[in-house]
């Protein structure tokens, strides 16, 4: 009996000193995954051709890695961010920030939306709830202002308007896969069309956009 008993507390031990070093690491990438970066695909067309540009040819998507630590205090014009979706939180999007609190945004007319596509057809009723400026959107405060890069098939803040920071999950680090593509940051080199007037005023093109806005913020 003695032996079988023995036999039985060895047995947990082993069990145990498996079993600790599971949970250990399976705790630690649960941690990381929700607090410090997440790696996931880019579906869909509209970040082409800056990511998935051969989604719709090949089907083949872009792995991005993201950073989840204060990445919603963080965030600046430029930056590629992934995010809940505000009428959809459990959705995910990946768009670009074009402008932060206070900046206003000169609606391009090309990215309104016309009855669910940008082929025509009267403003879809929605969109009009943030733009009550006459063709511009001030950002709030707390929210930014994001766009596709592929204006044609992107939905975005021109259809939803600024999104809340606090839906923001995450800002690209890197392209992880392809392989070929691994460590590379293809969305620096984007110049987006849309204007913005930015809340401080550092750059020359601000100020040349300032003085054709003129005193009544009229073009």
Request: hydrophobic share 35%.
């Amino acid at each position: 009996m003695s032996t079988v008993l023995t036999s039985l507390r060895r047995y947990r031990r082993t069990l145990w000193h498996i079993a600790l070093p599971s949970l250990w690491v399976t705790a630690s990438a649960i941690f990381i995954n929700d607090n410090i970066m997440e790696i996931t695909s880019v579906t869909g067309d509209s970040m082409a051709p800056t990511l998935s540009p051969d989604q719709d040819t090949t089907g083949r998507s872009d792995y991005i890695a993201w950073n989840k630590w204060n990445a919603n205090t963080s965030v600046k014009r430029g930056d590629v961010v992934f995010f809940g979706l505000p009428s959809r939180p459990e959705d995910t999007g990946v768009k670009r920030v074009i402008a932060v609190e206070g900046d206003t945004v000169l609606l391009d007319p090309r990215r309104r939306p016309k009855n669910g596509n940008a082929n025509g057809g009267p403003d879809v009723p929605e969109s009009k709830s943030w733009d009550a400026w006459m063709g511009r959107a001030k950002v709030p405060e707390g929210h930014v202002w994001v766009e596709g890069d592929n204006w044609r098939k992107s939905k975005d803040s021109n259809w939803y308007g600024p999104i809340s920071r606090s839906l923001i999950l995450g800002k690209a680090m890197a392209v992880v896969l392809p392989t070929e593509k691994f460590g590379s940051k293809p969305w620096e080199k984007f110049n987006t069309r849309t204007r913005v007037v930015r809340t401080q005023v550092d750059t020359r093109t601000d100020l040349e956009l300032l003085d054709a806005l003129g005193p009544n913020g009229t073009v």
